[in-house]
């Protein structure tokens, strides 16, 4: 034998009875059986048909949804607004100019101009990537523990399942804004980090649910089975198997949690716990609005409608998702 | 209700040596939990109770018997994918029950389960080779392009064309299916593979296909197969030994040939009378069967 | 004049990939009384066939043309409203998997009054009496506790009998029963089959029964479909199929049934039919089963689709090698 051989590779078992197989005999039969029957065999099988893919599958569904379409153009939309904007403008947000104070929208300044004579349109984008930057954080952070949390009861099951579920019923009383406000104070200030700190700390807990429910559900599948009746140790079945299946799950949830963390900002800063000054998010910028609302409307109003602008095409996307990866029953 | 010795079970069959595999006493037992914070024992599902066989080196022992009468709990806690409740499990000479995880882990090389759907054993994230080669990776046998080239073969050997690789399972049928996961159960070239309703998920005549490439491999790689099913006709076709299961309990175990033609027990009696033949001639005395064995076909509610 | 006739039934579905031809040109009749089996493997067409009659059809699937009779009325053009009243009254069915058939929010009790009082306007108290005697005739013991009962209270044979006592409570003149027994452990098989023989035969309605189980079919129907790929390629009386089968098919079909009664079955392989069904996004233009045939000459029965004809009286093929008119050695062995 010239190339390392399978059967070399797996040593026999000296067992007491000598029902070991010699090595050689055990090659031979495979390679007999091969030369015997293989052609003849798939031959007896007829050709195999492959059909379409998964994630294909799943992204015409979804691409038949007019509504989320609508809604995942109108999101890269928002999203292209934050970018480019500020990166094309060349106006300064920062620069203070009174003579230029409360300007409506113009062709000059297309979203007016705030109490400080800044641009809006370019207040608006970069507070735009503020609001996103701290919703893709808090949503991610929310995703890790939620996951971990999630998967860990699922897969561990019995009594440490038991046990965080409880435990994480009695989180689920806690009240989700106070509990963020309280997380802001103990820091003393209002960052990026602690924001997203805050806004994660208490809704992590429907992701965590949902992914022990997926976890314990999946676990019952004979492909989980038949990778332990293989030999394969616990992380690997974990991660390999029941992970990787809960993906479409897990993309659903992201845009599902994305608008409630945004939101949630907004809330915050509109309280006065925002970000700091001078850098925004459009939250504070609504804040700053308030005051203002009577005689300049324009300034709270633009921010508001970008919150719900990004909300409304999440949740819609996060249906389409949802839908499209459904699996439903096949049609044979 | 008469349950053979287990030294009887395989009686006619030609005695090469040792049983490879035998079971003693059996058992497993699902607690029914109650209680509202703390969960209470309060009785038991007993799934298993007190099961008995052997099987000697490349026999087919058919393990027959309706839903809940505990064939497939038995073959799960052979391989130990279910813990037994007590009882012995002597693979090759040595005990299963009372193994350690690693010791029990390289066993494993030595005994694999092909299961009865293939839309569910496979994972549907996987691709069709990736999933032959599991038993490979997991075990840390050859490498890169010698697993690959492994794959292939097995793929052939079982009628699957070894282009489609690195296609995903839902794109195939299910016999197609069924047949990436006896690959799969060959990979390491195991002495026993517990069959779990193999064929009860496929159309007729695919059924014939997998049946007799269950039984070509057999021949070919000198298989011992512990086969469990409900069809009866299935189960004749492909077994030297039969053990008919009844709530949990063998209650008829000897030669496949005696067992079908001078069934001893009333339950493999009502059971074999209740299959319905392909033969219209034979109606009316079919009927007549099933009608003297009524009274052993309780339906439990 | 028969009491169902069905002539050249079509039922496409539409799909991303193209229309599947699920149901294509099937023409059968059943007389008043008897018992119709069709018989085929997944993906043939039976339950298609059984949903298009019933009205059943959802999008993206639909008839596309033939026509349906039923006591000389035409079921394809009748307008919804109609449609619901024959449906059940007069033509009831029932399904393969009592688990999912029944609500499970509803006691028995709730479900077979609810279909009584839809369809013969009985009272309250009178429907509640009908349903307790069917139950009673489907041999549900304890039948007017049982009424108050929900359906996981029953086991799988239960359940189904009660699915039979529902599809019964209008008296319909046909009951179309899809695999009825499919998901049922052997002997509540029996069971339930006896039951609905008795039934039929005390109620005098027709039957048309759908199986993938030949033994079922055997011992219960007395005319039998074969269909394959969406058409009928054989139609005969039951003795008549099982003693003399003509299509390479139904041949090969019972070919590779394993046997309970075989002698030494362990050293035998089983008869197969190499290959799979066609896909019915485009069917093959020839004979559908030309690809699997042991018979099939390469001149016409790739190219010509071959028509249904009376080889015999009252058995029908669709096939240029029926085994009667067989001479020499199979043409090639695939």
């Known amino acids: ?332 | 209700m008469s349950t053979t010795e287990p030294q009887t079970t395989a009686g006619e069959s030609s005695q090469k040596g040792e049983p490879l595999l035998v079971v003693k006493n059996l058992k497993k037992y699902f607690p029914i939990k109650k209680g509202i914070l703390f969960d209470r024992t309060v009785d038991y599902v007993k799934a298993v109770d007190d099961v008995s066989f052997e099987i000697y080196p490349g026999k087919t022992l058919g393990l027959v018997g309706e839903s809940g009468s505990g064939k497939s709990t038995t073959g799960y806690c052979v391989l130990e994918l279910l813990k037994p409740t007590a009882g012995s499990v002597r693979f090759l000479g040595e005990e299963l029950t009372t193994m350690k995880k690693e010791e029990l882990r390289r066993m494993r090389r030595e005994m694999q389960i092909v299961f009865q759907d293939p839309y569910a054993s496979l994972n549907p994230r996987m691709t069709v080779g990736n999933i032959v080669a599991e038993p490979l990776v997991v075990h840390k046998v050859g490498s890169g392009a010698r697993r690959r080239k492994t794959v292939e073969e097995l793929l052939e050997v079982v009628g699957f064309n070894p282009d489609f690789v690195n296609r995903y399972p839902h794109e195939f049928s299910g016999g197609q299916r069924q047949r990436i996961g006896i690959a799969r159960a060959l990979a390491l070239n195991p002495r026993l593979i517990v069959c779990d309703e193999p064929v009860s998920a496929l159309d007729v005549s695919i059924q014939a296909q997998i049946l007799n490439l269950l039984k070509d491999l057999q021949g070919e790689f000198g298989l011992t197969y512990l086969f469990v099913a409900h069809d009866l006709a299935v189960v004749r076709t492909m077994s030297d030994d039969i053990a008919v299961m009844n709530k949990g309990k063998i209650v008829e175990a000897g030669p496949a040939e005696r067992v079908y033609t001078q069934p001893q027990d009333d339950y493999t009696k009502a059971l074999l009378a209740a299959v319905p033949v392909p033969d219209p001639h034979r109606m009316r005395e079919r009927k007549e069967e099933r009608r003297k064995h009524k009274h052993a076909l309780a339906e439990a509610l | 004049m028969a009491l169902l006739e069905v002539e050249d039934l079509r039922t496409h579905f539409k799909t991303r990939e193209g229309e599947v031809h699920a149901v294509d040109g099937v023409s059968f009749e059943v007389e008043e009384g008897s018992v119709l089996g069709i018989v085929g493997e997944s993906g043939c067409g039976k339950s298609v066939t059984s949903l298009s009659i019933m009205g059943l059809v959802q999008p993206p699937g639909r008839v596309v043309s033939g026509s349906i009779r039923f006591e000389d009325r035409e079921l394809t053009t009748m307008s919804d409203k109609d449609l619901e009243d024959v449906r059940g009254k007069q033509i009831a069915m029932i399904f393969q998997d009592p688990m999912t058939s029944l609500n499970p929010t509803l006691t028995i009790g709730t479900q077979i009054t609810e279909t009584i009082r839809r369809h013969l306007g009985l009272s309250k108290a009178d429907a509640e009496k009908r349903a307790v005697s069917l139950l009673e005739e489907v041999h549900i013991p304890d039948a007017k506790r049982r009424l108050r009962d929900y359906p996981h209270r029953f086991s799988g044979g239960m359940r189904q009998r009660v699915m039979i006592a529902m599809a019964l409570s209008c008296s319909p003149k046909l009951l179309i029963a899809d695999e009825p027994t499919t998901a049922l452990d052997v002997t509540v098989q029996a069971g339930v089959l006896e039951t609905l023989d008795e039934l039929r035969r005390d109620h005098g309605m027709t039957m048309i029964i759908i199986s993938h189980n030949m033994g079922v079919i055997a011992e219960t129907a007395e005319q039998v479909l074969v269909m394959y790929a969406g058409q009928i390629v054989e139609q005969a009386s039951v003795t008549d199929l099982f003693d003399r089968p003509e299509h390479p098919y139904t041949e090969a079909l019972l070919g590779s049934l394993p046997k309970i009664d075989d002698h030494d079955p362990r050293n035998d392989r089983l008869a197969t039919i190499p290959g799979r069904p066609p896909d019915l996004l485009t069917p093959p233009d020839g004979c559908r089963f030309a690809a699997r045939c042991k018979y099939a000459g390469m001149d016409s029965c790739a190219a010509e689709p071959p028509q249904l004809r009376e080889i015999r009286t009252g058995h029908w093929v669709r096939s240029q090698h029926p085994a009667s008119e067989r001479s020499a050695e199979p043409v090639g062995a695939r």
């Open chain 1, 1 to 332: 034998m010239s190339e390392p051989d399978l059967a070399t590779e797996t040593p026999p078992r000296k067992g007491p009875l000598g029902l070991e197989r010699p090595f050689l005999q055990r090659r031979a039969e495979f390679e007999e059986a091969l030369a015997r029957n293989a052609s003849a065999r798939g031959a007896e099988a007829g050709a195999s048909l492959p059909r379409a893919s998964l994630w294909g599958d799943a992204f015409h569904r979804f691409m038949k949804n007019k509504a989320s379409v609508v809604a995942a153009i109108a999101f890269l939309l928002l999203l292209a607004f934050v970018i480019f904007v500020p990166w094309l403008s060349n106006e300064d947000p920062y620069a203070l100019d009174f003579s230029q104070a409360y300007q409506p929208p113009s062709w000059a300044h297309p979203f007016g101009t705030d109490g400080f004579g800044r641009d809006l349109l370019v207040r608006t984008a970069l507070g735009g990537r503020v609001s996103f930057a701290i919703g893709f954080a808090a949503t991610f952070a929310i995703m890790v523990v939620g996951i971990v949390y999630g998967a860990t009861a699922g897969f561990l099951g019995g009594h440490v399942d038991n046990a965080l579920m409880r435990f994480l019923d009695a989180l689920y009383g806690l009240p989700y804004l106070p509990f963020a406000i309280m997380t802001l104070a103990v820091f003393g200030t209002v960052n990026f980090w602690t924001m997203v700190v805050a806004l994660t700390i208490a809704s992590w807990f429907t992701t965590a649910r949902v992914m022990r429910g997926q976890i314990f559900t999946l676990k019952q599948n004979d492909y989980v089975r038949a990778a332990y009746a293989v030999g394969a140790k616990g992380p690997r079945v974990l991660y390999r198997h029941l992970l990787v299946n809960t993906l479409g799950v897990i993309i659903v949830f992201v845009f599902l949690e994305l608008p409630g963390v945004i939101l949630g900002e907004a809330f915050l800063s509109f309280l006065g716990l925002g970000i700091n000054p001078p850098k925004a998010s459009w939250g504070t910028l609504a804040q700053d609005g308030y005051t203002a609302y009577q005689a300049h409307p324009y300034i709270i109003v633009i921010p508001s409608i970008c919150i719900a602008w990004l909300i409304l095409s999440a949740f819609f996307i996060a249906d389409g998702l949802r839908d499209a990866l459904d699996p439903r029953t096949k049609e044979t």
